[in-house]
């Protein structure tokens, strides 16, 4: 399985020059992978622990999510009484439905996280080196400020 991300990762490079590709195609596949391409390893540190927190996240919650189903059909009717068995029962239940919840949860923030990272690595690429690249002509230039962009105009 890892030959065959390398040998698809490597044909993306090769066949397509296209830097914002790039980036954003290693942002879905690797956390913090399009930041790293851009050279901005901060972010991409900060993108990667995000990630792996949110997929650690579903991995803890799928293994409590185990546990308590196997506790419940382990659940001995016999041994107890009913009360004992259904406050067992109703326990067990809860936590199931809380750690399917906790999940789901931790499912859609790791793919909001996957789609925010993907987004920020093209947005990074396209706008490399804008203030040099941009001129309007007849003297006008655009210049990022502080505060936004400045429109420019020289004499």
Do not use: C, H
């Amino acid at each position: 399985m890892n030959k065959f991300i390398v040998v698809i990762l490597s044909m993306f490079f090769l066949l397509n020059a296209n830097e914002s590709f790039n980036a954003t195609t290693l942002s879905f596949v690797f956390p913090g992978g399009g930041q790293f391409y851009n050279g901005n390893y901060i972010r991409g540190t900060v993108y990667a622990g995000i990630e792996l927190s949110f997929g650690y996240g579903i991995y803890y919650s799928i293994d409590k999510y185990d546990e308590y189903k196997d506790k419940k059909k382990r659940l001995d009717r016999e041994s107890l009484s009913d009360s004992e068995y259904n406050s067992y029962l109703r326990f067990y239940n809860n936590q199931i439905d809380k750690f399917r919840k906790e999940r789901n949860n931790y499912l859609w923030l790791l793919g909001a996280a996957v789609l925010l990272s993907a987004g920020d690595a093209f947005v990074e690429t396209k706008f490399k080196g804008f203030a040099d690249k941009i001129k309007l002509g007849n003297g006008f230039s655009i210049i990022p400020d502080f505060n936004g962009l400045v429109l420019k105009y020289e004499f």
